[in-house]
């Protein structure tokens, strides 16, 4: 089976790996409070597992490790790292500069962490790039944009969705999760409020009322519908910046 993964791949695989499809996927997301049932890293370790899943559809490309810089976020709760918008676009802009240096035709940067300010800091990041980088496809978004499971955006914090999306692509934690999975969340250590340049969250978070029925199938259903919305995407991409030399894709 292909292994698409950036950091184990040799270096002369590495280059084939280019040659055949020069398509990189950068999964961001943040370590940030996700209830009581759900991992700090959950937002960078579901989109790292559905860009794997987006390379093995796509039959190519390149998927650089998880990363866990972003905006905030629930700045003020248990465990959440944030960081300020000029770090954020600064660092996935000079990352698409060094995509581009060894090769990549088309650069995916796919956020698990959602927020008005995440979705600001990475969209205005692929917009600058494209913009003074034409001969280089950029797709900066959110996971679920456009990804609807029925008339659903499979989009939420630690709730219904993303509870789902965790146990398919992580099943063998399913356990933990469930037993930790309640109506009302624990009290926590709080922090405290952030620098100006992050937003104050509100002092109360409740469950979404159907989140105890999240379940791995609905979970494959959000990741099928986010794998392949961007899949097509991808491949429009490719035919605008390559031509027909990757067709096959």
Known sequence: MKDHRYETMLPHEFLAA??????????????????????????????????????????GGIVLPPNYIGRPGFSSYTGTLTYSEGLVQQLFYEMFGQLKKVGAKVIVLLSGHYGSLQESAVLRAGDIFSHENPDVGILAKPEYFDAKVGDTLPCDHAGLWETSMYLHLYPEDGARVRSH??????????????????????????????????????????????????????????AEKAGGKYAKF
């Open 181 to 238: 999975l309640h109506e009302q969340v624990a009290p926590m250590k709080r922090y405290p409020s952030p620098p100006n340049d992050y937003y104050k969250e509100s002092e109360t978070w409740t469950w979404a009322n159907d989140v105890l029925g999240a379940d791995e199938e609905l979970g494959a259903k959000a990741v099928e519908a986010i794998t392949d919305v961007t899949v097509r995407e991808i491949r429009q991409l490719l």
């Open 18 to 59: 280019v040659e055949e499809c020069p398509v990189f996927i950068i999964p961001t997301g943040l370590l940030e409070w996700h209830g009581d049932h759900l991992p700090l890293g959950l937002d960078a370790l579901k989109i790292h597992a559905i860009a794997l899943n987006i390379a093995k559809k796509l039959g």
